[in-house]
């Protein structure tokens, strides 16, 4: 615990000792972290001497928060009602079952992150994947093996040379 709270020395400052900065907190932890680990919750806890239970429940109250790493390659699947209505949810699915990891899970190797959102921005390319910075317009369950195929060789590749 305290080798954590040496690496978030620079957010948890005593000026930010206060109930008020909760949020503020948690998203300066998961924007150096990627996401919100049990350990780092509970450092924050501890730091403004507040029950552990009660940083949980405002982080998991809203959805911005992550509790679990992401990928070398995070996936986000639009559900927003555009991406929705045409076939979002069979797209999220079919991802799922590729990678074969739940929404909101990591692949073992690290390499992919799957997480819904509500809206990417590109309604008219209904429904859209994001693919680390690469968008994937007009997606389809067929398309999101020709989507990976493209990532997973490099990735593999790298892995070999490493």
């Known amino acids: 615990m305290e080798e954590l709270k040496q690496k978030l020395s620079d957010i948890l400052k005593p000026d930010k000792k206060n109930r008020r900065h909760l949020i503020y907190l948690l998203q300066a932890v998961q924007q150096k972290s990627g996401y919100l680990s049990k350990e780092a919750m509970l450092a924050i806890a501890d730091f403004l001497d507040i029950p552990g239970s009660t940083v949980y429940g405002i ?24 991406c929705h209505l045409v076939g979002g949810k069979l797209v999220l699915e079919a991802m799922a079952r590729e990678l074969d990891i739940e929404v909101g899970g990591i692949t073992p190797d690290h390499e992919f992150s ?19 910075d690469s968008v994937y317009p007009k997606m389809t369950p067929p398309k999101v093996e020709e989507a990976l195929v493209i990532i997973k060789p490099v990735s593999q590749e790298q892995s070999e040379k490493q």
Do not use: S
Request: proline content about 7%; overall charge positive; aromatic content about 10%.
């Open 59 to 82: 982080a998991t109250f809203y959805n911005q928060f992550r509790f679990t790493p992401l990928g070398k390659h995070p996936v986000k699947v639009c559900m927003g009602t555009a």
């Open 114 to 132: 799957l997480d819904r959102v509500a809206c990417v921005g590109c309604c008219a390319l209904a429904p859209v994947v994001v693919i680390g």
